[in-house]
């Protein structure tokens, strides 16, 4: 099956600085998701982005589909940022349906 | 508003009783999943439906089965609790099937004693 990299795997920053987290994965997609956990549990959907660039507030994405890779960008980062950020992709062609996610980046913004 | 509710939020149970999680969500979304969340596993797919009686096994569906009767609900079972299922059960849904954006329930903590 299609597998899903993401990195850093941790990641402390200041509050206020910006942050590039990337997802790796090793085959084609036609689904490509980013996450946010909270500290609740709550798996929040931050984009829907199997190809392109979206933009919504201090957060952006950009999937390289060609490539196999995709990247969220988090700019003057919050406390509230805290948490796990998770990639999952679809694999496209017929593979496993459901999602694949990748073991995310646990990112703590300190104040 | 939409949503899409898990019960119980918590549950501990003892190994070989046989436990019933259950999902419903409210976005009329044909399609639904179960996931369990691990510590160095991510989230992994254990069942889906893409619609009433339509059931399908994921990546680790072994000990659990699912049954959609209805478009809103879809019920997890583990048959016979194993302490290996000790997890965070997960529930999505989402309109148009894998390619789509997919919407999660607030998971259900269960520990297997």
């Known amino acids: 099956g299609i597998q899903v990299e993401q990195s850093p795997p941790d990641l402390i920053l200041q509050e206020g600085a910006n942050s590039t987290l990337r997802c790796n994965f090793s085959?084609?997609?036609?689904?490509l998701q980013w996450f946010h956990q909270n500290p609740w549990g709550q798996l929040i959907n931050l984009f829907y982005i199997p190809s392109g660039t979206k933009q919504n507030g201090r957060l952006s994405a950009t999937t390289v589909a060609t490539e196999r890779y995709s990247l969220l960008y988090i700019s003057s980062s919050q406390t509230t940022d805290s948490g796990v950020y998770f990639c999952?992709?679809?694999?496209?062609?017929?593979?496993?349906?459901?999602?694949?996610f990748g073991k995310g980046t646990h990112l703590i913004i300190q104040p | 508003d939409a949503e899409i509710t898990q019960s119980p939020r918590h549950k501990i149970t003892e190994t070989g009783r046989q436990v019933t999680l259950a999902c419903h969500q409210t976005w009329n979304h044909n399609n639904m999943f179960w996931y369990r969340q691990d510590l160095g596993h991510g989230l992994r797919l254990i069942h889906y439906s893409y619609g009433v009686h339509d059931t399908n096994k994921g990546e680790v569906s072994d000990g659990y089965s699912v049954s959609r009767s209805n478009t809103e609900d879809l019920p997890l079972t583990l048959e016979s609790a194993a302490s290996s299922q000790t997890s965070v059960y997960f529930c999505?849904?989402?309109?148009?099937?894998?390619?789509?954006?997919?919407?999660f329930g607030p998971g259900t903590r269960l520990t297997v004693l």
């Open positions: 999952a992709v679809g694999e496209a062609g017929g593979g496993a349906d459901g999602l694949t």
């Open positions: 085959d084609s997609v036609n689904n």
């Open positions: 999505a849904s989402s309109a148009r099937g894998f390619t789509d954006t997919q919407y």
